[in-house]
């Protein structure tokens, strides 16, 4: 028999933030968020929530340790993540600024949070990852582009058509098809 688990640590990312909405309100979440991951506040701030709340089993094992080391950008990973599932508009600054930070999963997340809260503002950042090192990042960007990209990104989307990962040319193949149907134009 498998033990049931009912604490944070166990939730899904899902669980966690709709409880955490619940306990501390959407907006207060979507801001912490915000602030962790642009560097304002602390993954250890006493003055907010958990860590775990974004992290999970995670962010357990982080806090325990005295310094985070390689591991320092796991809390702005969560923070973007997050909001994926809260938001309020305070946090397009950044999510936007989130696109050219050095750790490339927080660059990826940031994007998906682009794609998915449609922040237009975003696409010349987008633009630049499309050269990304990391073809998680690439296709990514590529998706993020289809959805808030402007005609004027149509050449750097095609350009990645001739990328050496196939993961990529297929992202780029479909982000033009998306953009020429949501601009309702060819690109």
Not at 81 to 98: D, I, Q, T
Request: aromatic share 6%; with cysteine.
């Amino acid at each position: 028999m498998i033990a049931q688990c009912h604490s944070l640590a166990c939730m899904t990312p899902r669980e966690r933030l709709a409880q955490a909405s619940r306990e501390y309100g959407p907006e207060t979440v979507a801001v912490w968020c915000a602030e962790l991951l642009s560097g304002q506040t602390s993954h250890d701030a006493t003055d907010r929530p958990s860590l775990v709340w974004l992290g999970g089993k995670g962010a357990d094992w982080l806090l325990a340790r005295d310094e985070l080391g390689a591991h320092e950008y796991w809390p702005r990973v969560w923070a973007a993540r997050g909001l994926l599932y809260v938001w309020s508009p305070r946090a397009v600054p950044a999510v936007v600024s989130a696109l050219d930070d050095p750790a490339w999963r927080v660059r990826e997340m940031a994007a998906k949070v682009v794609r998915l809260r449609e922040i237009g503002a975003a696409g010349e950042f987008l633009a630049a990852l499309v050269d990304d090192e990391v073809t998680r990042v690439r296709v990514t960007a590529l998706r993020a582009l289809a959805v808030v990209g402007e005609g004027e990104h149509a050449e750097v989307i095609r350009s990645a058509s001739d990328d050496p990962e196939p993961t990529v040319r297929k992202a780029a193949v479909l982000a033009i098809e998306t953009l020429a149907q949501r601009l309702d134009r060819p690109v």
